[in-house]
T-cell receptor, first 112, second 112 residues
Framework: DVKVTQSSRYLVKRTGEKVFLECVQD?????MFWYRQDPGLGLRLIYF???????EKGDIPEGYSVSREKKERFSLILESASTNQTSMYLC???????????FGDGTRLSIL | QKEVEQNSGPLSVPEGAIASLNCTYS??????FFWYRQYSGKSPELIMF????GDKEDGRFTAQLNKASQYVSLLIRDSQPSDSATYLC????????????FGTGTRLLVSP
């Protein structure tokens, strides 16, 4: 079974804080993704990575950065958290070619 | 026009009936199509994927793809109350990497 582990299920932070969301996989896959999900807007891609130290912007990268120093770990960073970044954050793992993506359990992040 | 469109629902069906969930997409070159189920407060879970025109069956679930009409559907036979969830359609476009575009989902309610 594909296992994608997100470090926290629930997280509460304050505006202006630097926030780190961690995602770890045990499948040795190259492709990893960060999404946010908001009511009525669906899943939106923030960033993805197709290899160590490689990253690509998704559809809504503003206010976020990522880090992939090791293949198994993909981190999402909120440089200076704002209330409009309150959301459910989902990490996904993608296999090669047309294989589906598999999601972690998600982190529900609240910025106060 | 959204890239992937789904009726938001809710779609209400009685227990034991067939639930039919529909999805249309705009990129004619799309290659792969995925259905995810998402329970409230949980992360998306892959149900099925389909690459070729026609039907693909897995237990009570059947995915149907018609590339000429740019239409993909999910049929759930013998619907159960435990099938009540939001169903997300996702499409892999004919571009690089493995980016998926998600619809906003159809909420299914199965009444006992």
């Amino acid at each position: 079974d594909v296992k994608v582990t997100q470090s926290s299920r629930y997280l509460v932070k304050r505006t202006g804080e630097k926030v780190f969301l961690e995602c770890v996989q045990d499948m040795d896959h190259e492709n990893m993704f960060w999404y946010r999900q908001d009511p009525g807007l669906g899943l939106r891609l923030i960033y993805f990575s197709y290899d160590v130290k490689m990253k690509e912007k998704g559809d809504i990268p503003e206010g976020y950065s990522v880090s992939r120093e090791k293949k198994e770990r993909f981190s999402l960073i909120l440089e200076s958290a704002s209330t409009n970044q309150t959301s459910m954050y989902l990490c996904a793992l993608g296999g090669p070619s047309n294989q589906p993506q598999h999601f972690g359990d998600g982190t529900r992040l609240s910025i106060l | 026009q959204k890239e992937v469109e789904q009726n938001s629902g809710p779609l209400s069906v009685p227990e034991g009936a067939i639930a039919s969930l529909n999805c249309t997409y705009s990129d004619r070159g799309s290659q792969s199509f995925f259905w995810y189920r998402q329970y409230s407060g949980k992360s998306p879970e892959l149900i099925m994927f389909i690459y070729s025109n026609g039907d693909k069956e897995d237990g009570r679930f059947t995915a149907q793809l018609n590339k000429a009409s740019q239409y993909v559907s999910l049929l759930i036979r013998d619907s159960q109350p435990s099938d009540s969830a939001t169903y997300l359609c996702a499409v892999k476009k004919n571009t690089g990497f493995q980016k998926l575009v998600f619809g906003t989902g159809t909420r299914l309610l199965v009444s006992p």
